[in-house]
Structures are given as C-alpha cells and as structure tokens.
C-alpha cells in the first residue's frame, strides 16, 4: 500500500505535458525590401494619349488582295486626371472618345484561279466613348525618383454607334449599329519622371473581362443584337498605351 501510493503521483508528474515553446523564440523570415515613397499622399496628376493613324492605297497588292484603293484613318483621345489619397495610391478616372473612316473604293479577293471576290464602294464611320475609373499603385525601381513601376486597375464602361453603305444608286445598302460595353481590367505600367512635374508612361493590358452589347438595323427594316462575353488572360500588344502625365 505505501508502494502504490508512491508511485500515483509520480506517474501524475511524468504524464504532466511541456509547458508550450516561447513563440518569441521562432525565427521570422524577412525580404528586407525597402520601401520608398515615389508619388506623396495629396499629389495631383494629369495625363492625356492621342493615337493618330492614316493610310492611302491605290492598286495596292497584299497577298490575296489585289487592285485595293481607299483611304482610312482613326484617332483617338483620352484625357485622364488622378488624386493621391495615400502614399504611392491614387484614385481617378479617364474619358476616351475615338472616332474610325474607312472609304474602299475598290478591292479584289483572289483564292485561286477560280475563285474571286470583289469589294467596291464600301463605306464605313465609327464614333465610340467610354469612361473608366481607375486606381493606380505605384513602386519606384530600387531607390530610384526617377523611374518606376505602376499598376493600374480599370472599370470601364461605354458605347458608341456607326454606320455602313455598300454600293451606290439603286443597289446602295446600309446599316445602323450601336453598342454598348463594361470591362474590368488590370494595366501594369512603367513611369519615366523627365523632371519634378512631368513623366511618361507606358501601360498594357494583360487581365480583363469585358461585355458587349450590340444591336443593328438594316436598310432600316431589319433588326439584329448580338451580345458577347470575353476574359483575357494573356498580353495584348493591341492595347499598348503611351503618353504624358503631369504632377502637381
């Protein structure tokens, strides 16, 4: 009897578990990457891009097109503004309006030595508007004040009309389009400060997802919509974007 009531509590204290290890004592990985401030909070920035393009062809040739003739042009602006609300963080918006002439005179398409198509008389003008809400996330390159890096996170939303006409007298046809469109979308960017207020900039998109909504009349009898969805994972060289930005 005196053995067993010997051995109770020692067995209590070997049962009895660890106390807990100091959590303080765990070693925490760190990058050591320095911040430093490239854009102040409460910093204005105003940009704008304009994209010009014009093109003249008279008996042109390019693979299987021959004897192509017309003229087409297209511009575009987008005026953009951006207030800093913390440090290397800002909050704006942009409005785009771009406008598109294609005047196609005349046009052969040639398959084979059988097959041909021919395109005269095409007439097309595109007016499109959009506004976009955008928040922008800026780190510098290294300790650097002059070139830097940006991430810029789109909504946008807007629409636009056109019209076509095919042939001329009598056998003259046409249609009415208009459009509406939203998109989300990520830009990713680069900034070069030319001096303390003004910089370029660089920016494509390579995420987005995008709606449009299309109705079209023609010959005004005839009505037809079409809606799409899309979702871009991937660069899209087509939307590469230049242009100035001033802070002030």
Request: proline share 3%.
């Amino acid at each position: 009897m005196l053995l067993a009531g010997c051995l109770v509590p020692l067995m209590a204290q070997t049962a009895a578990p660890k106390p807990d290890e100091d959590a303080d004592s765990i070693p925490h990985f760190k990058r050591k990457i320095e911040s430093t401030v490239f854009i102040p909070k409460g910093q204005w920035a105003a940009g704008i891009s304009v994209n010009y393009s014009q093109t003249n062809q008279s008996k042109y040739q390019f693979i299987i097109v021959e004897n192509l003739s017309g003229d087409t042009y297209s511009f575009k602006v987008s005026p953009m503004v951006c207030y800093f609300v913390k440090d290397d963080m800002g909050l704006g918006g942009r409005f785009s309006y771009s406008r598109s002439l294609t005047k196609l005179e005349n046009a052969d398409i040639v398959l084979d030595s059988e097959t041909d198509y021919d395109v005269t008389n095409l007439y097309r003008l595109s007016h499109n508007y959009s506004v976009t809400a955008i928040m922008r996330n800026y780190f510098s390159l290294g300790k650097s004040k002059r070139f830097g890096f940006f991430n810029e996170v789109q909504l946008e939303m807007g629409g636009g009309q056109s019209k076509l006409m095919k042939g001329k007298s009598a056998d003259l046809t046409g249609a009415y389009e208009t459009n509406f469109h939203l998109n989300v979308g990520l830009a990713p960017g680069m900034v070069m400060f030319l001096n303390n207020y003004a910089a370029m900039e660089v920016n494509v998109g390579v995420l987005g997802f995008g709606m449009t909504k299309t109705k079209q009349i023609n010959d005004r009898i005839y009505e037809s919509k079409r809606n799409s969805q899309n979702a871009n994972f991937r660069i899209n060289l087509f939307s590469i974007t230049f242009g100035m930005t001033f802070f002030l």
